[in-house]
């Protein structure tokens, strides 16, 4: 399954210029709201150094970083949840998102109209969070709603799900879009795909010479009392290094105070938001990184290669990223007893490079 993080917000915040900025890609980014109406979809190779250094040693035939989705989502507007702005449709994009960035507009330009007439973060957020909530307790009604007539039809056994989805929908109404559903674990929320059960972070679009003001005071503030992640971005500043070479693309950056392309910083919060890492395979025919989730036994890294991996799972060898590149490869990390052979327990480190044996 590929990860997907979507990218939502307003229309006219400049979610389709971050997108252009973070893919390399020449997507329509106009002044007019609903400019996206599909959603643009691109796969981004996540950076990862450690694949280069393993590279290194193997000399490969290929190299295949582990990637990221991310999806540009057409804006919301007040009244999405009853299909105002088709956006019932747009919703429906958030939902197939493992996460999403809510961007939003920090910044003037008489040239780029808002939605509101006015600029003002924290009203931003109120509409598109309120959209979302209601989006999500029409489903937990209607889903309410049809247990609750199965119940009254002698379908006793419904009654623990019943009750799972009334405290639900009880936390999402009092607490609304903070209401903290990222480690509900049960299966029946999962396939509701609520949008308030995913995990977000907000970017600031700003303008280059904007790069202090009070509109990213304001979402500071609110960022600090909600506790979320905010990250600041200079949208059609990055969206225009994607020509430049990688010397030109460095001097930029440092012009803007930035130490890594946004891309980087935005894979970064996404790992983190949903709790993956990487694990790599190596050989010479391929060097490769792995996403997977912290906790993940072996059997199921085995998995993400290919499902009789996990089937047939006898055995994983593994050997410490830094043993690896200390003793430059599997043999001689072998040689000096950093290979450790691992059973079907075994929790799958950072960094880990992994051998599996297996047999179906």
Same mark, same amino acid.
């Given at each position: 399954?590929?990860?997907?993080? /979507?990218?939502?917000?307003?229309?006219?915040?400049?979610?389709?210029? &971050?997108?252009?900025?973070?893919?390399?890609?020449?997507?329509?980014?106009?002044?007019?709201?609903?400019?996206?109406?599909?959603?643009?979809?691109?796969?981004?190779?996540?950076?990862? $150094?450690?694949?280069?250094?393993?590279?290194?040693?193997? +000399?490969?035939?290929?190299?295949?970083?582990?990637?990221?989705?991310?999806?540009?989502?057409? /804006?919301?507007?007040?009244?999405?949840?009853?299909? %105002?702005? =088709? /956006?019932?449709?747009?919703?429906?994009?958030?939902?197939?998102?493992?996460?999403?960035?809510?961007?939003?507009?920090?910044?003037?330009?008489?040239? !780029?109209?808002?939605?509101?007439?006015?600029?003002?973060?924290?009203?931003?957020?109120?509409?598109?969070?309120?959209?979302? !909530? &209601?989006?999500?307790?029409?489903?937990?009604?209607? @889903?309410? %709603?049809?247990?609750?007539?199965?119940?009254?039809?002698?379908?006793?056994?419904?009654?623990?799900?019943?009750?799972? &989805?009334?405290?639900?929908?009880?936390?999402?109404?009092?607490?609304?879009?903070?209401?903290?559903?990222?480690?509900?674990?049960?299966?029946?929320?999962?396939?509701?795909?609520?949008?308030?059960?995913?995990?977000?972070?907000?970017?600031?679009?700003?303008?280059?010479?904007?790069?202090? +003001?009070?509109?990213?005071?304001?979402?500071?503030?609110?960022?600090?009392?909600?506790? @979320?992640?905010?990250?600041?971005?200079?949208?059609?500043?990055?969206?225009?290094?994607?020509?430049?070479? +990688?010397?030109?693309?460095?001097?930029? =950056?440092?012009? =803007? /105070?930035?130490?890594?392309?946004?891309?980087?910083?935005?894979?970064?919060?996404?790992?983190?938001?949903?709790?993956?890492?990487?694990?790599?395979?190596?050989?010479?025919?391929?060097?490769?990184?792995?996403? $997977?989730?912290?906790?993940?036994?072996?059997?199921?890294?085995?998995? @993400?290669?290919?499902?009789?991996?996990?089937?047939?799972?006898?055995?994983?060898? !593994?050997?410490?990223?830094?043993?690896?590149?200390?003793?430059?490869?599997? =043999?001689?990390?072998?040689?000096?007893? @950093?290979?450790?052979?691992?059973?079907?327990?075994?929790?799958?480190?950072?960094?880990?490079?992994?051998?599996?044996?297996? +047999?179906?």
């Amino acid at each position: 399954m590929s990860i997907k993080c /979507g990218i939502v917000g307003l229309p006219n915040v400049g979610k389709s210029t &971050l997108f252009n900025a973070l893919t390399s890609q020449k997507i329509q980014a106009e002044n007019f709201p609903f400019c996206t109406i599909e959603p643009n979809i691109a796969r981004v190779n996540i950076p990862d $150094i450690r694949l280069d250094k393993l590279a290194e040693i193997n +000399n490969p035939e290929k190299i295949i970083p582990a990637y990221m989705e991310f999806v540009d989502i057409a /804006g919301l507007v007040k009244g999405a949840h009853a299909g %105002e702005g =088709l /956006g019932n449709k747009f919703l429906s994009h958030i939902r197939e998102t493992q996460c999403f960035a809510h961007v939003v507009r920090c910044f003037e330009d008489s040239n !780029v109209i808002h939605v509101d007439g006015r600029i003002s973060p924290v009203d931003d957020l109120e509409v598109i969070e309120t959209e979302l !909530v &209601l989006s999500d307790l029409e489903i937990l009604d209607k @889903k309410v %709603e049809r247990i609750s007539k199965q119940l009254r039809n002698g379908e006793k056994s419904l009654i623990a799900q019943y009750e799972y &989805l009334k405290k639900i929908k009880g936390n999402i109404s009092e607490d609304g879009f903070n209401a903290d559903l990222s480690n509900d674990t049960e299966d029946i929320l999962k396939t509701l795909q609520l949008i308030s059960s995913k995990s977000f972070f907000y970017i600031a679009n700003l303008h280059e010479d904007q790069a202090k +003001n009070v509109f990213l005071d304001e979402l500071e503030d609110h960022a600090k009392k909600t506790n @979320k992640p905010l990250i600041k971005v200079f949208a059609k500043a990055e969206s225009e290094l994607a020509d430049l070479d +990688n010397a030109e693309k460095a001097e930029y =950056l440092e012009m =803007l /105070g930035l130490e890594k392309p946004t891309l980087d910083v935005i894979i970064q919060q996404g790992y983190e938001l949903l709790n993956l890492f990487s694990f790599f395979t190596a050989g010479p025919k391929e060097v490769r990184s792995w996403s $997977i989730k912290r906790g993940s036994k072996a059997p199921q890294a085995a998995g @993400k290669i290919h499902s009789d991996f996990e089937r047939g799972f006898i055995k994983a060898e !593994v050997i410490g990223f830094e043993d690896y590149i200390h003793h430059k490869g599997h =043999l001689t990390a072998r040689e000096n007893g @950093k290979l450790k052979v691992e059973g079907k327990d075994y929790l799958v480190q950072d960094g880990d490079v992994i051998e599996f044996k297996f +047999n179906v």
